[in-house]
């Protein structure tokens, strides 16, 4: 037993006030502000999304789900065996809300939240702000996460021994001689809960992912995207390996926000592939990583 599922995100933020609007009048989520920080909830989870304020404006940290308390102790045992240290939190189980937790640093220097016992509000459902007709979670987890790494082959061996297996790889052509290996990684049905590149890039996180049920609630983000001014960085298109449709935006804190629908769930009969392309069609680079803009 291991690590089930992107189970939540932090960030950390500049300015909580414009993460504000963008949550709730372009991502359709609801938005909790208590505690000088914002609390974004997409599901029947209390929270999903944590945003405080920092002057990264990034990743500030990851929950890592498991599935109980046996879950959670083997898995704090696997990153012993690791050599990987771990610190008990229970003052921050307490403010994140979940029943157990501890802190580690991944390869990357990602922060790590450990955890099992998420609170769970059924009995004050999800209503979207905008009227999006909800997302893909429970079983899948929050989403998925790319992540700039140094290491793609260490990271590759750290998350399998922690329960996640390789999705395919994606081999991007940057330029004549110059091709991203890009590695994509399951630990439940998501096509990949984690993919990670040895990207060029000043901010840990390249993108965080939300699926919608359907594809319009996708078409009508967009609209409202576009309407509102928000930079739109990937035009909508159908990416080659899960085969969702989607388009990126920047987020008020400047890293990229993929908005999709339809993806492919993997199976046990999986067969790791590689594509050459990220994308069957669409997804044109409008704004570069760093904010070059495209034609
Ligand atoms: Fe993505």
Redesign the pocket.
């Known amino acids: 037993m291991a690590i089930t599922a992107l189970g939540y995100a932090g960030i950390a933020a500049r300015d909580l006030g414009a993460w504000q609007k963008f949550a709730e009048t372009i991502l359709g989520t609801q938005v909790d502000a208590d505690e000088g920080c914002l609390k974004l909830r997409v599901d029947e989870r209390a929270w999903r999304i944590w945003i405080e304020r920092g002057d990264a404006d990034d990743l500030s940290f990851v929950g890592w789900e498991t599935a109980n308390a046996n879950s959670f102790a083997e898995t704090l045992a696997e990153l012993a065996a690791l050599g990987v240290a771990t610190q008990r939190r229970p003052d921050l189980a307490l403010r994140r809300g979940v029943r157990e937790l501890a802190l580690f640093v991944d390869p990357a220097g990602i922060v790590c939240e450990l955890y099992w016992g998420a609170t769970t509000r059924l009995e004050k459902p999800f209503i979207s702000p905008t009227g999006i007709s909800g997302f893909v979670t429970r079983n899948q987890g929050l989403g998925?996460v790319?992540i700039a790494v140094a290491d793609p082959a260490g990271y590759e061996t750290f998350y399998n021994r922690l329960g996640f297996a390789v999705s395919d790889y994606i081999d991007m052509a940057m330029g004549p001689d110059m091709v991203l290996p890009i590695c994509f990684m399951h630990c439940n049905p998501r096509h990949?809960t984690l993919?990670f590149a040895p990207a060029p890039s000043p901010k840990k996180l390249l993108?965080l992912?939300l699926q919608t049920r359907t594809m319009d609630d996708v078409g009508l983000v967009h609209d409202r995207a576009v309407k509102a001014d928000v930079p739109i960085s990937m035009s909508l298109g159908r990416?080659s390996n899960?085969l969702?449709f989607?388009f990126?935006m920047l987020t008020p804190s400047g890293f990229e926000f993929?908005y999709?629908w339809g993806a492919q769930e993997v199976g046990k009969d999986w067969h790791v592939t590689r594509h050459d392309v990220t994308s069957v069609w669409g997804h044109k680079m409008l704004i570069a990583p760093g904010g070059a803009t495209h034609d």
Request: glycine fraction near 8%.
């Open positions: 998925h790319v990949h993919a993108h992912m990416h899960d969702m989607s990126y993929e999709g």
